[in-house]
């Protein structure tokens, strides 16, 4: 790494001398190779910062002395111990799903380009119950932490001195983030294309999660699927974010490569070529999205109801898919569910369970699927049998 950035130093130091008259060779930068920075002990670090109640924390640090003004990237990295070593970050703990490794050291998603830099009070709440996982009940109402800087240039990464401060931390639940959501909507979905908030579940309903698909922790970000039937012709098209229309996915002549709107000129709308089921798969992580025919050995069912049946109690869902003219096969409703529950979505005889919440793919063989009590917006699909439990 340190050759990489003497490279670009000699290179930088050749550009001035080539430019510099004889007299001002003096003047050029010397390379240096820093070891170490200094992060500036903050005013408050007397202080217990009360970080459920703070929107940021300050930080100022010295520029490492590279022999000219570098363009180096920092961020600020926290511990529990001061003589933590820093080896296994927060995220790449929460990356483990056994629960075996153990971070001892937390970094905010901040990036600073200049020697100052505010860090949210929230991450580095998050930061803390990464490294220190309590029960909510184990909260100490004081906590000493132990931050640093990090500055990084041309893949070279050096480090500040260790500063001490006091918080009072709070308890947040860790989990993954939730799947990245987008939304089909128009014509070839219920017939409206009022792309507001408040028509979502109308106009706009959501895309699925994929069975066996991984999601980015921190992003959400991995494959959506949407099925459904689709006349011919009826038009769509597929956006991001309710209420803008300057990003999403229109129509092509190549149905598996449809059109990315970003910012850009308007795409067409997205049009099946003839009546039959399809499926939408949507890629967040790479932007990319596919329309294919499915071809079913057996015929799709029709269902005329939807209910979701949770002990001894049963709750109606209601078509999405209300065009004329066209086959519904995704079902809404709002429940209000118990902590430790089971349900199962049911029409008639048939049922479909799963072992995942709040969402997943069913299949009618499945288990009753567990409960986390709450008020949810749900959707189901029964062609792919995926649902989303949306919590209001």
């Not at 070529?273 to 025919?293: A, R």
């Amino acid at each position: 790494m340190k050759k990489i950035l003497k490279s670009i130093l000699f290179l930088l130091c050749g550009v001035c001398v080539l430019s510099a008259c004889d007299e001002d060779r003096d003047s050029n930068p010397t390379l240096q190779e820093p070891s170490t920075f200094v992060l500036n002990t903050p005013a408050y670090s007397t202080q217990t910062i009360d970080l459920k109640h703070s929107k940021t924390l300050h930080f100022t640090w010295s520029q490492p002395d590279y022999g000219f003004p570098a363009a180096a990237k920092y961020q600020i990295q926290i511990a529990l111990d001061k003589n933590s070593l820093f080896k296994v970050s927060g995220d790449e703990a929460q990356l483990d799903k056994t629960g075996k490794t153990k971070a001892d050291y937390a970094m905010p998603d901040q990036v600073f380009t200049v020697c100052t830099g505010d860090v949210n009070a929230s991450s580095i709440a998050k930061g803390i119950m990464q490294i220190a996982k309590w029960k909510e009940s184990e909260v100490p109402a004081k906590q000493a932490i132990y931050a640093r800087a990090i500055s990084v240039l041309a893949g070279d990464t050096i480090y500040s001195n260790l500063v001490e401060l006091n918080v009072a931390p709070y308890y947040i639940e860790l989990k993954a983030a939730d799947p990245e959501m987008w939304y089909v909507i128009g014509a070839g979905i219920t017939g409206g294309w009022d792309n507001g908030w408040a028509n979502v579940g109308t106009s706009m309903l959501p895309f699925f999660t994929k069975a066996g698909a991984e999601y980015d922790f921190k992003t959400g970000q991995g494959i959506l699927e949407f099925d459904s039937y689709f006349a011919k012709d009826a038009e769509f098209k597929i956006l991001k974010t309710p209420g803008d229309w300057s990003y999403g996915f229109g129509g092509s002549d190549d149905l598996s490569k449809l059109a990315l709107r970003n910012g850009s000129d308007d795409v067409p709308n997205i049009k099946a070529p003839e009546d039959g089921y399809y499926k939408i798969t949507l890629d967040t992580k790479n932007i990319t999205c596919s329309m294919t025919k499915l071809k079913p050995t057996t015929p799709y069912a029709l269902y005329n109801e939807m209910n979701v049946v949770c002990g001894g109690n049963s709750t109606a869902l209601v078509a999405a898919q209300n065009r004329s003219g066209m086959e519904n096969h995704v079902w809404k409703g709002e429940i209000t569910l118990p902590d430790g529950g089971e349900l199962k979505f049911k029409s008639g005889s048939t049922e479909w369970g799963s072992t995942d919440f709040p969402y997943g793919v069913t299949t009618t063989t499945g288990a009753n699927i567990p409960t986390v009590a709450g008020t949810y917006t749900v959707y189901f699909n029964d062609l792919s049998g995926a649902f989303y439990f949306f919590k209001k």
